[in-house]
């Protein structure tokens, strides 16, 4: 069985744009949630979505938006990037309640 | 909002000896997680404890959770230099599938 891929991998952008990620969860898994983590720092909480609808949001700007698709997978959009933005983007597939199972990361620089 | 604090942040021990990690949370919450993340990569699932005093072993780690005092312990027995990486605790948000994550700890073990 394939884990949770991301895409890209790297990512340099420069700063005002704008950059999507993208995530496909493991085959059955209905809620994916996205994580940004700042080096040196615990992976922060960005939002949830299960069955194609938004669960929860953490303590983001508005620049930051998700959307899940008919298939599962999603995308996470930052608009007008900040140099603050550059991070490791991971995403995580659940099933239910139980543990995340998380992607390799999408290691955005903005600069 | 919902805190979760880990001690140590950094942790120097030498090959042989035991120590314990300390994970505090500010909610009630059943289900806790441990994940290890080693430099540049993604996080690794290494124990999901989903009740009071559940206890889970995996070679030389041990993990138990007391949800009446909100704190889990990652106990490290006779440290190996493999066991090198950060640790890092995770408290699922009632509402299911928003992990809140510790702020780590950067476990080195010396030979």
């Known amino acids: 069985d394939a884990g949770v891929t991301q895409s890209p991998t790297h990512l340099i952008k420069t700063r005002g744009q704008h950059v999507t990620l993208r995530c496909s969860p493991i085959?059955?898994?209905?809620?994916v949630s996205w994580y940004q983590q700042v080096l040196g720092q615990g992976p922060q909480f960005i939002f949830q979505y299960y069955e194609k609808e938004e669960r929860g949001r953490g303590n983001f700007p508005d620049r930051f938006s998700a959307r899940q698709f008919p298939n599962y997978s999603s995308e996470l959009n930052v608009n007008a990037l900040l140099l603050g933005d550059s991070a490791l983007y991971l995403c995580?597939?659940?099933?239910?309640?139980?543990?995340?199972?998380f992607g390799q990361g999408t290691r955005l620089t903005v600069v | 909002e919902l805190k979760v604090e880990q001690n140590p942040l950094f942790l120097s021990m030498q090959e042989g000896k035991n120590y314990t990690i300390y994970c505090n949370y500010s909610t009630t919450s059943d289900r806790l997680y441990w994940y290890r993340q080693d430099p540049g990569k993604s996080l690794e699932s290494l124990f999901v404890?989903?009740?009071?005093?559940a206890v889970k072993q995996e070679g030389r780690l041990m993990a138990s959770l007391d949800t009446k005092a909100r704190l889990s312990t990652l106990h490290i027995t006779a440290a190996v230099h493999d066991l090198s990486a950060t640790y890092f605790c995770a408290v699922d948000k009632p509402t299911g599938n928003q992990f809140y994550f510790g702020t780590g700890t950067s476990l080195t073990v010396i030979p």
């Open positions: 404890l989903l009740s009071n005093g």
């Open positions: 995580a597939s659940t099933l239910l309640a139980t543990e995340a199972f």
């Open positions: 085959s059955g898994h209905k809620s």
